[in-house]
């Protein structure tokens, strides 16, 4: 607040390297939104009290109060002043109100780019530290409750923020809920140990420890104050997708609760949702009435001996009376369960002493289960230390009756050792044994796991891009859809495909690539390079190892679940999940990156170098790796690359690898390769949806380097394809390129540069409805030259690529001249049977023509050889145009007139409007025409208010003759006095033909003599 933020920073912020042309306008309007939504009453196009300009930039002026984020610095600045006075009970009040201006994420709902991303997660964790230290200064003053509400925010929004967890389970537990407290370690325990694969840190413990040992006290006192305004938590994700697993687990817990014994393990790679699976498990049987007990194993040779057996037989020691337990543990028994001073005992040694504990365990459990069934759950069986897994082999094959156990261990990452692999062969012998592998979530169940982890509803592509970066993995798909959901991305599927790793996936990962060596890590880090799949050969060029050695490599890769072979293929392989390759990545240091790709790069081309299917992937390598690569190398290969996918119809794409091309010959000093690909470029947009603002500067620099070559043809086919962009967007000072290509050609020698110019300045004289000029401008030049035909005075013909539809130009403005049989001749050559594009353009030619000849029928005729030939991804542009043609015709047919205006309206207000397109002010027109066709002459009256309005907001103007004929048959339909209607009739009739728009003068003649 209050220093000045530049729009070119708010561009940034926004949308980072995708901000469209239009960021500006778009940035000017989110600033007028904005202003009324904090100042309702401010008049449209006011600066208002608090958003102000200053230059080009914006500084927001707000007094106190206003800003919650300045009000919850101020009141933390305030806590601090009180605490260096030793006002304790009035720093925690600042504390208190500070914390409660939050309600969540900073910017949460909100859609911001990379950029922003740090700014946001640096306010969130000033609320973090804040908590934090809410939390001592609460429980120091015994008012923990004052600070529970925030903290368990907090908590949810930050659920490996370890001093958050600390606070909350502190608080809790002085507030005399110590089963809450217990649960929130347990929670942050099971997800640090399942999801990172660490322990919970020396705080977390010793907050545990606290909670544990604290004696039962008076509850501290609490306050009156409703928790109505709590702020709620993330939605808990629950269990999806594993309804078949979870009933297996309830057929073992069905077994011990019927006098039976029950013994299932769960296995699967990391992050399958196994601990989630167990946990549900174990909340059916304690709702069925059995004794749970649970323990986890933990990884490090630091933990103790039997260590989840010691968690599981204290509980099972607890629910027993007081005489049963004095008996325990005065035997074998209380060796394991109590700490003793037994330094003078005789030292317990052999394994005929180890058989009478483990004997000694199921007689214990045996009683146990007989006065209440009993589910031990052993979670992360993969890190089991010998003597615990001794005792679970032997507790398994003697499971006394009334007893159920389910254990969980990772199948990769690490893999199951050959002990623990014997005894789990051992367990599977049993009768009672069940085996569940959890697999990858199915795409429906992708969805609702985003559905219940975010509370949004995911749409189609969204689901189906996290389903494919994750591979169906639980946790890695709720950190990517937590991630997504927090930059406001949910709604935006190209944003999840771009959107990074979630820090917990790739600390994951890095745990797992600790342990291999340097030629491992390296080999990974090519394969991640390559991409999600990865072929061998390619693999082992780029690695400079032979097949049989890459082989040998990737053994522990495929060990440590990183990569896998295919079903089908062994020799084919690929990553688990794409977010392992990409946190695979980020681990790779940026030069070591770099030289990475210019080896991949090297490799495809030594294997494939004639391959066009790869020209794509080959400039993408060569682009990453910079200066190591040859520039004319790379710049060749990516003109190639621009070629391809402009082959393939996907321009954006084609766009980026041309820019590409031209940015890096221009840094190289590559005059030649630069106008080569920003002339591929010129070529691309106009097959697309039009030209955007980054197509302008690039096509205005292609023109200066053609000028500086000496190339004066170029230079005008270049500046010519400039204009045609600034008239299909009605840029307001069109004029002024219009003029220069103009004289240039009056002045030039060239006979191409002069078609260029007349063709331009009739161009401009049909924009601003002068036809007869415009007729004779398009008629006047040499039907070879426009043909391409290269005259003995030039050596560059015609660009076809700005030429190829000045046919369909001529034929309009002869049909506006008066002569619309010779139009439709013009452009029949282009309804061909092979070329759909050809086709495309030949209807929207035709199309206009007729609309402006009045003929429905001959539009719908048009639209039946459209429809059959189809266009695809062609020409969308063009599309938009003929929809609303023939919603114009279908009006007019009696096909429910006023439905089909109202859906005209609505695809124009989305194509045409805003920003403004060439023909907007006509198809305001049509849309009258529809409404009158209707019988709604109030729609009519508003649309042609709208038609006149665009034609004097953007001076193109060669729809006034139509319109002033449809105020006209306005006034007609409004049974206006007759002479009113025929005044208005030849006035149309007289401008008309003033213009030369002969056809839509004899229409009004038409009108007059109706009437």
């Given at each position: 607040m209050g220093?000045?933020?530049?729009?070119?920073?708010?561009?940034?912020?926004?949308?980072?390297?995708?901000?469209?042309?239009?960021?500006?306008?778009?940035?000017?309007?989110?600033?007028?939104?904005?202003?009324?939504?904090?100042?309702?009453?401010?008049?449209?196009?006011?600066?208002?009290?608090?958003?102000?300009?200053?230059?080009?930039?914006?500084?927001?002026?707000?007094?106190?109060?206003?800003?919650?984020?300045?009000?919850?610095?101020?009141?933390?600045?305030?806590?601090?002043?009180?605490?260096?006075?030793?006002?304790?009970?009035?720093?925690?009040?600042?504390?208190?109100?500070?914390?409660?201006?939050?309600?969540?994420?900073?910017?949460?709902?909100?859609?911001?780019?990379?950029?922003?991303?740090?700014?946001?997660?640096?306010?969130?964790?000033?609320?973090?530290?804040?908590?934090?230290?809410?939390?001592?200064?609460?429980?120091?003053?015994?008012?923990?409750?004052?600070?529970?509400?925030?903290?368990?925010?907090?908590?949810?929004?930050?659920?490996?923020?370890?001093?958050?967890?600390?606070?909350?389970?502190?608080?809790?537990?002085?507030?005399?809920?110590?089963?809450?407290?217990?649960?929130?370690?347990?929670?942050?325990?099971?997800?640090?140990?399942?999801?990172?694969?660490?322990?919970?840190g020396s705080a977390l413990q010793a907050a545990h420890l606290r909670v544990l040992t604290q004696s039962p006290e008076s509850p501290v006192v609490t306050s009156t104050d409703s928790e109505g305004d709590r702020a709620p938590a993330r939605q808990a994700a629950g269990l999806v997708g594993r309804g078949e697993e979870l009933g297996v687990l309830r057929q073992s817990i069905e077994a011990a609760l019927t006098g039976r014994t029950g013994l299932a393990v769960v296995e699967g790679e990391p992050g399958a949702g196994k601990t989630r699976l167990l946990e549900e498990a174990a909340a059916a049987a304690d709702q069925r009435g059995a004794l749970v007990v649970w323990a986890s194993c933990l990884e490090?040779?630091?933990?103790?001996?039997?260590?989840?057996?010691?968690?599981?037989?204290?509980?099972?020691?607890?629910?027993?009376?007081?005489?049963?337990?004095?008996?325990?543990?005065?035997?074998?028994?209380?060796?394991?369960?109590?700490?003793?001073?037994?330094?003078?005992?005789?030292?317990?040694?052999?394994?005929?002493?180890?058989?009478?504990?483990?004997?000694?365990?199921?007689?214990?459990?045996?009683?146990?289960?007989?006065?209440r069934p009993t589910l031990i759950v052993l979670d992360d069986l993969q890190w089991i230390d010998t003597a615990s897994l001794q005792l679970f082999g032997h507790l398994a094959g003697r499971l006394p009756t009334g007893t159920a156990i389910i254990g969980a261990l990772r199948d990769r990452a690490p893999t199951p050792g050959p002990d623990l692999s014997r005894v789990l062969a051992a367990a599977s012998r049993l009768p009672s044994h069940r085996r569940i592998q959890l697999g990858p979530l199915s795409l429906t169940d992708v969805a609702e796991l985003i559905r219940r982890e975010t509370g949004q509803e995911p749409g189609a592509d969204i689901a189906r891009n996290i389903h494919v970066r994750t591979a169906g993995n639980p946790f890695f798909v709720r950190e990517l859809s937590r991630l997504l959901s927090d930059r406001g991305a949910l709604s935006d599927g190209d944003a999840s495909a771009r959107a990074g790793v979630p820090s917990t996936v790739r600390d994951v990962v890095r745990d797992r690539m600790a342990g291999l060596d340097e030629s491992a890590r390296d080999l990974l880090r090519v394969a991640a390079l390559i991409g999600r799949d990865v072929d061998l050969g390619l693999l082992a060029r780029a690695a400079g190892v032979g097949i049989a050695d890459c082989l040998e490599h990737l053994e522990p890769l495929r060990a440590l679940g990183l990569l896998e072979t295919g079903p089908e293929d062994p020799f084919s392989w690929r990553f688990a999940h794409d977010l392992v390759r990409e946190s695979v990545m980020e681990t790779t240091a940026r030069l070591r990156a770099v030289r990475l790709h210019l080896r991949v790069a090297d490799a495809l081309e030594e294997g494939q170098a004639d391959d066009e299917s790869v020209i794509e992937r080959l400039a993408f390598h060569l682009c990453a790796a910079g200066p190591l690569a040859d520039p004319v190398r790379t710049v060749e290969a990516l003109k190639r690359a621009g070629r391809r996918a402009a082959t393939k119809l996907a321009f954006a794409a084609a766009d980026r690898h041309l820019e590409s091309a031209a940015q890096i010959a221009r840094t190289a000093g590559l005059p030649e390769l630069?106008?080569?690909?920003?002339?591929?470029?010129?070529?691309?947009?106009?097959?697309?949806?039009?030209?955007?603002?980054?197509?302008?500067?690039?096509?205005?620099?292609?023109?200066?380097?053609?000028?500086?070559?000496?190339?004066?043809?170029?230079?005008?086919?270049?500046?010519?394809?400039?204009?045609?962009?600034?008239?299909?967007?009605?840029?307001?000072?069109?004029?002024?390129?219009?003029?220069?290509?103009?004289?240039?050609?009056?002045?030039?020698?060239?006979?191409?540069?002069?078609?260029?110019?007349?063709?331009?300045?009739?161009?401009?004289?049909?924009?601003?409805?002068?036809?007869?000029?415009?007729?004779?401008?398009?008629?006047?030049?040499?039907?070879?030259?426009?043909?391409?035909?290269?005259?003995?005075?030039?050596?560059?013909?015609?660009?076809?690529?700005?030429?190829?539809?000045?046919?369909?130009?001529?034929?309009?403005?002869?049909?506006?001249?008066?002569?619309?049989?010779t139009a439709g001749t013009i452009i029949d050559k282009w309804n061909g049977p092979d070329d759909s594009y050809a086709v495309a353009t030949w209807a929207y030619y035709t199309t206009i023509i007729a609309t402006m000849a009045g003929d429905a029928g001959w539009v719908m005729r048009t639209i039946e050889r459209w429809m059959a030939v189809g266009t695809g991804l062609a020409a969308i542009q063009?599309?938009?145009?003929?929809?609303?043609?023939?919603?114009?015709?279908?009006?007019?047919?009696?096909?429910?007139?006023?439905?089909?205006?109202?859906?005209?309206?609505?695809?124009?207000?989305?194509?045409?409007?805003?920003?403004?397109?060439?023909?907007?002010?006509?198809?305001?027109?049509?849309?009258?025409?529809?409404?009158?066709?209707?019988?709604?002459?109030d729609e009519a009256g508003t649309a042609l208010d709208r038609a006149d309005q665009a034609l004097d907001a953007y001076g193109q103007r060669y729809a006034e003759g139509l319109v002033l004929l449809l105020r006209a048959r306005l006034l007609h339909a409004r049974s206006e006095p007759a002479e009113v209607v025929r005044a208005a009739a030849e006035q149309a009739r007289d401008r008309s033909n003033e213009r030369g728009s002969h056809l839509f003068a004899r229409r009004a003649e038409t009108f007059l003599a109706e009437l």
């Open positions: 220093h000045p933020v530049s729009t070119r920073e708010l561009i940034d912020l926004i949308w980072a390297d995708d901000a469209p042309a239009s960021a500006l306008n778009l940035i000017q309007k989110y600033i007028g939104a904005l202003r009324r939504v904090l100042e309702p009453a401010v008049p449209a196009r006011a600066a208002g009290t608090y958003l102000l300009r200053r230059g080009n930039a914006y500084v927001f002026s707000a007094g106190p109060g206003t800003l919650d984020l300045v009000t919850f610095r101020e009141l933390l600045e305030a806590a601090d002043a009180a605490l260096a006075r030793q006002a304790r009970e009035v720093a925690l009040d600042h504390y208190v109100k500070a914390l409660g201006l939050w309600c969540g994420p900073a910017a949460d709902g909100l859609s911001y780019g990379p950029t922003a991303m740090p700014i946001f997660a640096a306010l969130d964790d000033e609320f973090y530290a804040a908590c934090a230290a809410a939390a001592d200064l609460a429980v120091s003053l015994r008012r923990p409750e004052r600070v529970i509400p925030p903290l368990q925010l907090a908590a949810s929004m930050a659920p490996f923020h370890e001093p958050v967890h600390t606070g909350l389970i502190t608080a809790l537990g002085v507030a005399g809920r110590q089963a809450e407290a217990l649960s929130v370690f347990h929670a942050v325990r099971d997800r640090l140990a399942e999801e990172l694969g660490i322990d919970p490090g040779d630091g933990t103790p001996s039997m260590w989840p057996w010691e968690q599981a037989l204290t509980v099972v020691l607890d629910s027993l009376p007081a005489l049963a337990r004095e008996k325990w543990l005065a035997g074998e028994l209380g060796r394991l369960l109590e700490s003793r001073d037994d330094e003078a005992a005789p030292p317990v040694s052999g394994g005929r002493a180890q058989f009478r504990l483990f004997e000694q365990v199921v007689t214990f459990i045996g009683q146990a289960s007989a006065e630069e106008l080569s690909a920003l002339s591929l470029l010129a070529i691309a947009p106009r097959r697309q949806a039009g030209f955007g603002g980054t197509t302008f500067d690039l096509l205005e620099r292609a023109e200066h380097l053609a000028r500086q070559l000496g190339r004066e043809v170029d230079a005008a086919g270049l500046l010519f394809a400039r204009l045609f962009g600034a008239y299909t967007f009605l840029e307001w000072d069109r004029v002024r390129l219009v003029r220069r290509l103009y004289e240039q050609g009056e002045a030039s020698c060239d006979p191409v540069v002069r078609v260029y110019g007349r063709q331009a300045w009739g161009l401009h004289q049909w924009d601003i409805g002068n036809i007869g000029e415009a007729y004779r401008c398009f008629t006047a030049n040499n039907p070879a030259l426009l043909e391409g035909v290269v005259s003995s005075h030039s050596e560059t013909p015609i660009r076809r690529d700005v030429s190829g539809e000045w046919p369909g130009w001529h034929a309009v403005v002869t049909a506006l001249h008066g002569d619309v049989e063009q599309e938009h145009y003929i929809r609303l043609n023939w919603y114009w015709a279908r009006a007019l047919t009696g096909d429910d007139p006023a439905g089909i205006a109202a859906e005209a309206e609505q695809l124009l207000a989305g194509t045409l409007v805003d920003p403004p397109r060439w023909g907007v002010a006509y198809h305001h027109a049509l849309s009258a025409e529809m409404w009158l066709a209707a019988g709604m002459t």
